[in-house]
């Protein structure tokens, strides 16, 4: 395979003339500076993987490709989100882990249908209050950041199951943490477990208020 940015689709595997209809493009593992252009021929496009390349910036033109459900673009050295990717308002999955993100911005509220964002591993110090408006939110990875505090509009997502704030700089979490759906649980372990909230590697021990606070969950230790 060529590890160019003018490399055509034949090349990733994709025949051209297929892809106004092609709902599936992977480009994993490219050592890409850029994402090819054909790929914007791709109108129909539903997943795009772009994980484990060298992309320092996205263009503009991939908010065009307003069909997309899963977009995972990990692995890479992204330090800012072109606003054009707001467009992408079908999106269920995003993937931006283990790029150079320091902040979020607050047009993420225009994923109303997403369901699992994944921004662990960045340089994140703080999150929108935008956040508040991604109600269909189930899945949320933030660990490996320089996060404090949380936003209270977080206590709206009322579909979270899974919150992963492993590695942050979390002294405290708020009450309503423990409370956000009827099955979470606190996690304590080094790895993150589904269906609970990860705490492992922050400054606080949390014990305290999970005790204190109304749950009545099984800390699981």
Known sequence: MKHLKDAGPADFGYE??????IKFISLRNGKLTKIPTWVRLAKKLEVLYLTNNE?????????ELTTLQRLHIANNQLKILPKSLSYLVQLRELGLCNNCLKDIPEWFEKFQYLEELDISENKL???PVAFGKLINL?????SDNQLIQLPETLQFLKKITTLDLRNNLFKTLP???FTIHTSIKMNFKEEYAWNAISVYGNPGTFKSEVVSSESGYNMGK
């Open 55 to 63: 992309l320092t910036e996205l263009p503009e033109w991939l908010g």
């Open 138 to 142: 189930e899945v949320l990875y933030l």
């Open 175 to 177: 009450a309503w943490a």
């Open 16 to 21: 051209f003339e297929h892809l106004p209809k």
């Open 125 to 127: 110090i703080t999150l």
